[in-house]
């Protein structure tokens, strides 16, 4: 008895004493998801991100968890074909199904606000905060097809000067975006989004490329 009790110790220390190899996971390196998208709004405009950014309802942005904070995505409603291009600054949806969490304005250009739930596609174009400096312009639409922007292009121009189109190709697919004029400062783009607001169209003012 003893002597078994003497070999259970040993191999006890030479297991304690064996080199430990470290298990590694590799991180999660999908580029593209699929599922549920939702959007938040006036509840929580104005309050602290998990970035430590203020929530602003009406930029574009998007809450995700686990894509690095800074992460551009392009987020693709499946039932109408409309794209947003949104950057991840905070953490969530915490409801099952869900896989990403928009803005207010995101959702105002997916169409998907009386909707409140769409099926998406996410996909990640890269891991670079957006500057917050520079010229800004005016997004009025963002489309699969390129009839369509042409189309919304030539509506706009009846009107407004320096309308353009605006191509990025990802993996996945290619999005033409409908943009309008250079402005130095937020006042006079917001002086001309809210006219096209007035007009009936859904204007996001963005950092000029």
């Known amino acids: 008895m003893k002597r078994v009790l003497w070999i ?18 590799p991180p999660v390196t999908q ?8 959007w938040y709004g006036k509840k929580f405009h104005g309050r602290r991100t998990s970035s430590g950014e203020v929530y602003n309802m009406y930029q574009l942005s998007a809450a995700h968890r686990t894509l690095p904070m800074g992460t551009r995505v392009m987020v693709t409603h499946l039932k109408n074909g409309r794209l947003v291009m949104v950057t991840i600054n905070d953490r969530g949806p ?20 009386d909707e409140g739930l769409a099926r998406v596609r996410v996909e990640v174009l890269d ?6 400096e520079g010229p800004l312009t005016i997004q009025v639409g963002s489309f699969i097809y390129r009839s369509n922007a042409l189309r919304l292009m030539e509506e706009l121009q009846k009107v407004y000067r320096e309308v353009y189109i605006t191509v990025l190709e990802t993996p996945e697919t290619i999005c033409y975006r409908v943009r309008l004029g250079r402005f130095s400062t937020r006042q006079k783009a ?3 989004a809210k006219r096209l607001a007035q007009d009936g169209y859904t204007p996001i003012i963005i950092k000029a490329e």
């Not at 580029?31 to 939702?38: I, K, N």
């Not at 199904?97 to 959702?107: F, K």
């Not at 891991?127 to 917050?132: A, I, V």
């Open 127 to 132: 891991k670079r905060p957006l500057p917050c």
């Open 94 to 113: 915490f409801v099952k199904g869900r896989i990403i969490d928009l803005s207010y304005a995101a959702a105002q250009v997916l169409g998907m606000v």
């Open 31 to 38: 580029r593209v998801e699929y599922g549920w998208a939702s």
């Open 8 to 25: 259970c110790l040993v191999l006890i220390i030479a297991w304690g004493c064996a080199p430990k190899r470290e298990v590694k996971i």
């Open 190 to 192: 917001h002086t001309i």
